[in-house]
């Protein structure tokens, strides 16, 4: 399985940023959908994940102000950003889980200028 993210980039702080993962494999067949994130000197942490049923979770750091969604017929996920902080700069990770199996994208940067 191959997860390709995109949509990184440079914005100013209450700036806006759409973030796509396309996926090799149909999403249906995975359980859970998410978006990551890891900043410098920081642990990888989870920033939104949506489930086959549409469930969705997001960090208390982000709710609000991102929305995760899914394309079952494009076969991707997104991530809106809103309200962007400097705080959210981070390399993004789009991940597709399943029972015993793992799946990561290579990350896309988003920076956050002040």
Do not use: H
Request: net charge positive.
């Amino acid at each position: 399985v191959q997860l390709q993210a995109s949509g990184g980039g440079l914005v100013q702080a209450g700036g806006s940023l759409k973030l796509s993962c396309g996926s090799s494999r149909t999403i249906v067949s995975f359980n859970t959908l998410g978006w990551y994130r890891q900043a410098p000197g920081k642990q990888r942490e989870l920033v939104a994940a949506i489930t086959g049923d549409g469930s969705t979770y997001y960090a208390g750091s982000v709710k609000g102000r991102f929305t995760i969604s899914r394309d079952n017929a494009k076969n991707a996920i997104y991530l809106q950003m809103n309200n962007l902080k400097p705080e959210d700069t981070a390399v993004y990770y789009c991940n597709a889980r399943t029972v015993g199996s793992d799946f990561w994208g290579q990350g896309t940067l988003v920076t956050v200028s002040s």
